[in-house]
């Protein structure tokens, strides 16, 4: 029986019986896969570094690749990005040494995850279309739509929906030819998002409520809290508050269970968006800090403005919101993009708040 097919018990036998330390480290590396996917993230990382251990011992570069990559994911989930980018490139740099594209193309998808979530989205672009390449040259078509649908996310994050919806329909279009019924998950939920931004609401939240029945047939604890973000907050564009707030408040139990900061901070935020829970918008944006996550910086900063309005608190953080958007701005080589960054319908919310309240200052002066 192949190893993938085992469950997290018969692994468990499998190390105990094992006679080799390979055979000891391919079922500590499946542990760590199993409990990652299960959000067991404590035991998950146990088992990675054991099995990183025995492929380092052994000099199984393959073995020590693959594991890294996975305590990278277990970094990523758990808000140590530094952490997180760090394996990653290691596991890419192992991979590319060792001539196994597919590793290296995995490894540049997820160094280009950690760049869209830090606010890098230039490197992120880079990174994911590094990833592409690769993976057209391979005919990898599962690989290829997840790295349309992320390289679709980054445009979506910049308000570039054109661009998202573009990569994201293709992504679906070719999932839905091999079946990839995961990734199918992650792309309506992302296409639904864009559509909704367009102004194609019903359309939109159809979709991420279909991505949603999806995520919870599959029981996929990964997949399950993004979702449920997504929807909340296309239910927040459209006006619908009230329809939103169980989805914050269930995300936010789910992330709080298995303390995964990330979308701790996103369930604080999308409550905030409802008129609830406004009072943990500090420990928010401590989270957002933490996690040195410029979007989630300027969210949290725009909405403790938003509380606090008229106050001298209300300008202190508007002046922080600003600062982070202009940073990303900078960062952003291609003129086009940068503008339709600023124009985004929540970054340029920021801004005219802000020019209003510097209008107001210099009355005062």
Request: glycine fraction near 8%; proline fraction near 1%.
């Amino acid at each position: 029986i192949p190893y993938g097919q085992l469950s997290a018990r018969q692994l468990r036998v499998l190390a105990e019986i094992a006679t080799s330390s390979i055979e000891k480290g391919v079922a500590a590396k499946h542990l760590a896969e199993i409990q990652t996917r299960l959000g067991n993230y404590a035991e998950a990382r146990q088992h990675a570094e054991e099995a990183a251990r025995i492929g380092e011992e052994a000099d199984d570069a393959r073995m020590v690749a693959e594991t890294y990559n996975i305590i990278g994911r277990i970094h990523d989930y758990t808000g140590r990005t530094d952490l997180a980018l760090d394996f990653y490139t290691r596991s890419m740099e192992a991979h590319r040494r060792e001539g196994n594209t597919l590793g290296e193309a995995t490894g540049l998808g997820n160094i280009g995850i950690i760049h869209m979530y830090r606010g890098e989205y230039g490197e992120a672009i880079a990174a994911y279309k590094a990833a592409l390449e690769l993976d057209r040259a391979a005919g990898n078509k599962r690989r290829m739509t997840i790295m349309m649908s992320n390289l679709g996310e980054v445009y979506q994050f910049l308000g570039a929906m054109e661009e998202a919806e573009a990569y994201h329909r293709e992504a679906l279009t070719i999932s839905r030819t091999i079946l990839f019924r995961m990734m199918q998950v992650e792309i309506l939920r992302n296409l639904g998002l864009d559509r909704v931004h367009l102004g194609r609401h019903e359309e939109g939240l159809a979709m991420m409520r279909e991505a949603l029945e999806m995520a919870e047939d599959l029981k996929d604890m990964e997949l399950l809290p993004q979702v449920l973000y997504s929807l909340g907050e296309g239910l927040v564009i459209a006006e619908r508050r009230e329809e939103a707030l169980p989805f914050a408040v269930r995300l936010l139990e789910m992330a709080e269970s298995r303390d995964v900061k990330d979308f701790i901070a996103k369930g604080i935020l999308l409550k905030s968006s409802c008129h609830a829970g406004v009072e943990e918008l500090e420990r928010g944006l401590r989270i957002a800090e933490e996690l040195a996550s410029r979007s989630l910086l300027w969210e949290f900063h725009a909405a403790l403005a938003r509380r606090e309005r008229g106050t001298e608190e209300a300008r202190r953080h508007l002046d922080a919101a600003k600062a982070e958007i202009d940073a990303v701005a900078g960062a952003l080589t291609d003129a086009a993009l940068r503008e339709k960054f600023l124009a985004a319908r929540g970054v340029k919310e920021i801004l005219n708040d802000h020019a209003r309240e510097v209008a107001g200052r210099n009355r005062d002066t």
